[in-house]
């Protein structure tokens, strides 16, 4: 499954490849792409476990930029 | 500016008044005298005034693991400033700092907005027609075989055909031309172009997740995933870069004093490192620009659906084109006659009456270049014969129009004709009146496209066609191709680019140009795949890379140049970006920069790669 989210105050190009990076990493992912022009994050990963993958790499993506929000809907 | 961004600005502006007051605050020659106190107080205050958001994140940071985060790096190399005695420097380091990082957020967002609203075709609501009332709707509630309203000024929500009124539709949004297309009932609109005159009534075709703006905007939408070689090569080499540059600071500052002495110095030196090391200026300038280029190929109609996409075009020196639809317009038309006993006139009005009655479009193509010299003879008796032509009765006179093979049939003797394009022969009572050629109409400005793009350095540029060998060289000869491969079968194609494929040139791409009908595998093959009248041809929205949603090839060379362009910008950011950098870093060794220069290497280098990158966006 592949699924896109809106990232709120995503500030710097180097965290969104840094957490484009750190999702890469989580097991069961995939692709993953975080578009700082576009503030959107893509995630194509294991059907089964999408949902607590999604969970994982939000916890990753706090990790590197508290501040950005990621939009789950 | 942003709510965020104009808070920031007020305590840039605070921290700054600040900081002058200080200035003005004499140096005091004795440590820790009040003196000394009120000048240290007041730069401490208007350093937390700037940066105690960066502090505060660079805690947080650390306690997350990230450790050469750049708000850990400003505030190393600020704090240890301070430590060392350099107090104005190091609250002007951070205001200088927040200031860049202002700007480029600034820069940053202005550009994202530019570029988004350039690509904003979506169409908010529906003014859908149900029980005789009209309500707004979104435009994905409404089914298919519902009637919506378009009034003057609103873009059109859904795809489907104008049951009532007429109007002109402009779709330079989609397209990038700006000639109004004119529709009135019976017509296909498509969506997300608007409605300009006229009030339009629509019967929806296709639910909103087919329409064709639902199409482009996923297309678009989806075009950062592809991310090019170079983003990504420079990310990596971001995370290098920064450790390296921090080790380098380290040693810096520990290995050159314990030699020769000068301890805070040296301290100073490494501290500017840290500043140098902050990796953003390249990692921003790389996307921004591949973004801002395919922002500015979307005005003019050409979608991209990714920047590895406009990367690989950039180096594209082979370019192989399908013939029907790409070339040629994919209509006939008639293009020379050839009368024997009769007139040119007699001779087209004859044909045109035997072939109206045909829904052929060579008989189509004959029939229209009669109407245009002034009518048609009325027929009857008229007759199709499958695979020969057609037989009528005009004004008392047996007519056979048709290939050399119904001319045999009904016993007129002639030699069969080489010509390019298709050959109808008129017999009028039995007797031979000659001939008409219908061709596929080369494109008017295929010619020019193809110099441009033999200008722009295409090495070669094929030609792939099903046609006979007499029509496609004919073709291949006035547009310009420097090779063609004839009587292809579909696979044919695929097999054809597969090969030339092997033959190209080492580190250059090859380009495929087709319509996407009956191409699709041979765009997929190629490096760049380039559908060609995309609007309204969702085989070619899928199939391509990249595609040109008008019919217009001189588009091509245009992309081509839009990716070059793109192309020298990125390579202008990284090479600017960091030999600033580096230079930097040298003259601080050598005693010549200091923590001012390093902050300019840092955000300044990012404002200005920013600015640089917004050129993409701008071609003619």
């Given amino acids: ?73 | 500016m942003s709510r965020k961004q104009k808070k920031m600005l007020v305590r840039i502006i605070a921290a700054a008044v600040i900081f002058a007051a200080g200035m003005f605050i004499p140096e005091s020659e004795e440590l820790f005298s009040v003196l000394w106190f009120v000048r240290f107080g007041v730069f401490l205050c208007a350093y937390f005034t700037a940066g105690w958001d960066i502090l505060w994140k660079a805690c947080r940071n650390i306690a997350h693991g990230q450790v050469f985060d750049e708000n850990f790096l400003m505030a190393i190399a600020s704090v240890g400033a301070m430590i060392i005695g350099e107090y104005s420097e190091g609250v002007a380091v951070m205001i200088f700092y927040q200031v860049g990082e202002l700007f480029q957020s600034v820069a940053v967002g202005k550009s994202r907005k530019n570029i988004s609203d350039m690509m904003d075709i979506n169409p908010e609501f529906a003014n859908v027609e149900r029980d005789g009332e009209v309500s707004e709707v979104e435009p994905d509630e409404v089914q298919v075989g519902e009637t919506v309203v378009i009034k003057p000024g609103e873009r059109v929500p859904l795809d489907g055909e104008v049951i009532f009124g007429s109007s002109g539709l402009n779709t330079a949004a989609l397209t990038g031309e700006s000639a109004l297309r004119e529709v009135t009932v019976g017509d296909e609109v498509i969506s997300g172009s608007v409605n300009t005159n006229g009030l339009l009534k629509i019967r929806v075709s296709k639910p909103y997740s087919d329409s064709t703006v639902a199409k482009i905007l996923e297309l678009v939408e989806n075009s950062s995933d592809n991310k090019a070689r170079t983003e990504n090569f420079i990310t990596r080499f971001a995370r290098v870069y920064t450790p390296i540059v921090v080790v380098a600071a380290v040693l810096l500052a520990v290995i050159p004093p314990i030699f020769v002495g000068d301890w805070g110095g040296w301290i100073y030196k490494a501290l500017t490192f840290l500043v140098v090391s902050c990796p953003c200026a390249l990692v921003i300038s790389v996307p921004l620009s591949y973004f801002g280029g395919i922002g500015g190929a979307s005005r003019y109609g050409i979608m991209i659906k990714g920047a590895n996409y406009l990367e690989a075009l950039a180096k594209a020196q082979t370019f192989v084109f399908d013939k029907t639809g790409t070339l040629t317009k994919g209509t006939f038309a008639v293009s020379g006659k050839k009368p024997e006993g009769i007139s040119a006139s007699e001779l087209l009005s004859y044909c045109a009456a035997a072939e109206q009655f045909s829904n052929h479009p060579i008989a189509a193509s004959i029939v229209k270049a009669a109407q245009a010299q002034g009518g048609i003879p009325k027929a009857e008796n008229a007759e199709e014969l499958a695979g020969f032509g057609v037989k009528a009765v005009v004004d008392g006179k047996e007519i056979a129009v048709g290939n050399y093979r119904l001319m045999e049939k009904i016993g007129v003797n002639i030699t069969e004709q080489k010509s390019a394009g298709t050959i109808v022969h008129c017999a009028v009572d039995g007797k031979y009146r000659g001939y008409i050629t219908v061709e596929d109409e080369v494109k008017e400005n295929g010619k020019d496209a193809l110099a441009e793009l033999k200008r722009l350095g295409a090495e070669r540029t094929v030609m792939l066609t099903g046609d006979r060998e007499l029509t496609a060289k004919a073709v291949a000869k006035a547009i310009g191709v420097d090779e063609v491969q004839f009587q292809l079968l579909p696979d044919g194609k695929v097999k054809a680019v597969e090969e030339l494929y092997r033959s190209k040139l080492p580190n250059s791409t090859l380009a495929y140009v087709g319509d996407g009908m009956n191409d699709a595998p041979s765009l997929a093959r190629a490096d760049v795949g380039i559908a060609m009248g995309g609007l309204g041809s969702d085989a070619a929205i899928e199939a391509a890379d990249i595609v040109l949603m008008n019919d217009n090839i001189q588009n091509l060379p245009l992309s081509v140049r839009i990716a070059r362009k793109t192309r020298r910008i990125v390579m202008e950011n990284i090479v600017f970006a960091l030999g600033v950098k580096l230079a930097v870093l040298v003259l601080t060794v050598f005693n010549i920069g200091n923590m001012w220069a390093a902050v300019f290497a840092d955000v300044g280098v990012s404002v200005i790669a920013i600015i640089n990158a917004m050129r993409c966006m701008r071609i003619k």
């Fill in chain 1, 1 to 73: 499954m592949k699924k896109t989210f809106k990232l709120v105050d995503l500030d710097c190009a180097n965290c969104a490849a840094k957490m484009e990076t750190a999702i890469k990493k989580i097991d069961g992912v995939t692709a993953a792409s975080v578009s700082f022009m576009n503030q959107k994050m893509t995630i194509e990963a294991d059907d089964a476990r999408f949902d607590d993958i999604v969970k994982e790499a939000v916890k990753v993506c706090k990790k590197v930029e508290p501040d950005c929000e990621i939009v789950l809907k």
